[in-house]
């Protein structure tokens, strides 16, 4: 898993994304803010969102609750 | 596409150049990536024998060495082999310490083949548990643009690969064709009339182009 820990952390680029993603972003655009390329950003928003740690609406990505929470507790 | 064999066990053909390249799922030293992951971007999907072996780790290095270029082309490097994550992991690792090059693309690890069977990367002929160095050019629409086949014994040549890319970006951009041993800033081939009305306006006009005949134009980008 790219974004998550087998110990439930989660890595320096999945802090990056949901940081990122505190406001609404598409992939490109979080491509653009993390310096990551975007076959990686693709990838980990669908980790992501299967975690639950990130919502999708109309082809943006949003942090959720969940998500801060994490992203907050692993700076 | 896929047939089978008396074992049942399945047996795909090369994929074909100008029609989509096969889709996969697969995990890799970057997590889990879909070719998908790609689109939009010009894709190098790559394999190699196996790690820890001396060819495969020169082209590493070499591949590492012309990333920047490609980057610089819009093209991403993927690569591939019959190893666990583990393994990669261990021999990125190694590179690094070895020799300082830190490689900048992620790695399939495809231990189920399935990948390799897709893509026909494995010549029995040549080795069954091993895949050879084959080289996938995937355009920006997910389609298979290139594709060049080389022998476990034999390392690619970086510059080849380039140029390429080179080649398929400028047919693309201006709907030409590049001659033999073409490199970017020669001339290209301009394509050829087809029909017996418009190859003999070429000939008479030749609209500023240097031909040696009517089908064989060249032109100045």
């Not at chain 1, 969102?49 to 507790?73: M, N, P």
């Not at chain 2, 029609?19 to 070719?35: H, K, N, Q, S, Y």
């Not at chain 2, 693309?105 to 990948?115: E, K, R």
Request: glycine share 4%.
């Amino acid at each position: 898993m790219a974004c998550i820990n087998p110990d439930g952390t989660i890595t320096p680029s999945a802090r990056k994304i949901l940081r990122a993603a505190e406001t609404s972003l598409t992939p490109a655009e979080l491509a653009a803010a993390t310096d990551l390329p975007l076959y990686r950003i693709r990838s980990s928003l669908r980790e992501l969102v299967q975690a639950g740690l990130l919502r999708e609406q109309d082809e943006r990505y949003v942090t959720t609750d969940a998500g801060r929470t994490r992203q907050v507790a692993a700076s | 596409m896929a047939d089978v064999t008396e074992t049942s066990k399945p047996v795909f053909g090369l994929p074909r150049l100008n029609e989509p390249a096969p889709e996969f799922e697969a995990v890799t030293t970057d997590g889990t990536i879909r070719l998908s992951d790609y689109k939009g971007t010009w894709l190098i999907l790559f394999s190699h024998p196996a790690d820890f072996t001396p060819v495969c780790t020169t082209e590493f290095l070499a591949f590492a060495e012309i990333f920047p270029q490609l980057r610089e082309r819009g093209v991403e490097l993927l690569g591939l082999s019959i190893d666990s994550v583990y393994s990669h992991i261990a021999w990125l690792r190694n590179i690094e310490e070895k020799t300082g090059v830190k490689i900048p693309f992620p790695i399939i690890a495809d231990i189920t083949m399935d990948v390799a069977m897709r893509y026909g990367m494995i010549m029995p002929g040549e080795s069954k548990t091993e895949t050879s160095r084959c080289v996938f050019i995937i355009d920006p629409e997910s389609k298979l643009r290139a594709m060049i086949y080389y022998p476990l014994s034999l390392g690619r040549n970086m510059q080849e690969i380039l140029r390429i890319i080179d080649a398929l970006q400028t047919s693309d951009k201006y709907h030409v064709a590049t001659p033999a041993n073409w490199k970017p800033g020669e001339k290209v081939v301009v394509p050829a009339p087809n029909t017996a009305e418009t190859a003999e306006q070429r000939v008479q006009e030749r609209d500023g182009y240097e031909c040696v005949d009517w089908y064989l134009c060249k032109k100045q980008l």
